[in-house]
């Protein structure tokens, strides 16, 4: 199929299409789960306070405030699924989490401790998981270096409000985190 555009100095702008083929062999679920990689099952609650799936490495979280939180103990629990199909609980003080150097399940808990619950918050924890390219949610990363890459990506774009807003979120982490 193809499609004829604008033409620009007398040269005519053409389009060529194909049709797309089916290469899973009729199952949609099974390429899907073969592209994944993964055989883990998601588990989000609608309960805890953030939730969130890596559909790469098939990894989840689940944020949930601690028995014992307080404004003084800032305690939360993390309970998901790891990148092996194994269930995990972790308790994480987000008064104790160096956002430059932590895992992404305690960067979750320091973002739902700082955070709002708004979809452009879990936008940002989604991004930032991908920018972590593989990194498991156990494994210590400078979360911060990614969060500032992710603000130098929305000034290139010139998405004034995605920086301002990454701008935001980076300056509640940091706030945070020196003032403990």
Same mark, same amino acid.
């Given at each position: ?9 007398? =040269?005519?702008?053409?389009?060529? $299409?194909? +049709? ?35 559909? +790469? ?24 699924? %790891? +990148? ?11 008064? +104790? ?7 992404? $399940? ?9 955070? *709002? ?10 991004? #930032?998981? %991908? ?5 498991? =949610? ?9 969060? =500032?890459? #992710?603000?130098?990506?929305?000034? $290139?774009?010139?998405?004034? *409000?995605?920086? #301002?807003? =990454? ?7 940091? $706030? ?5």
């Amino acid at each position: 199929m193809s499609v004829n555009g604008i033409t620009v100095a007398q =040269y005519p702008v053409r389009y060529e $299409t194909k +049709k797309a083929q089916n290469n899973a062999g009729g199952d949609f679920g099974a390429g899907v789960k073969e592209m994944s990689g993964s055989n883990n099952v998601v588990h989000i609650d609608p309960d805890a306070i953030f939730s969130i799936h890596h559909v +790469k490495t098939g990894e989840s979280a689940n944020v949930y405030r601690a028995d014992d939180y307080s404004k003084d103990n800032p305690v939360y629990l993390v309970k998901g699924i %790891d +990148k092996s199909g194994n269930e995990y609980e972790q308790t994480v003080d987000v008064s +104790k989490v160096n956002p430059n150097r932590c895992s992404y $399940t305690e960067m979750l808990a320091l973002n739902a401790h700082t955070g *709002d619950k708004s979809n452009s918050n879990f936008m940002t924890m989604s991004i #930032l998981k %991908d920018k972590a390219d593989g990194v498991s =949610y156990h494994e210590k990363t400078d979360c911060m270096a990614m969060a =500032y890459g #992710l603000l130098n990506d929305m000034k $290139t774009l010139g998405n004034w *409000d995605g920086y #301002l807003r =990454y701008g935001k979120w980076i300056n509640d982490m940091m $706030t945070f985190s020196k003032n403990r």
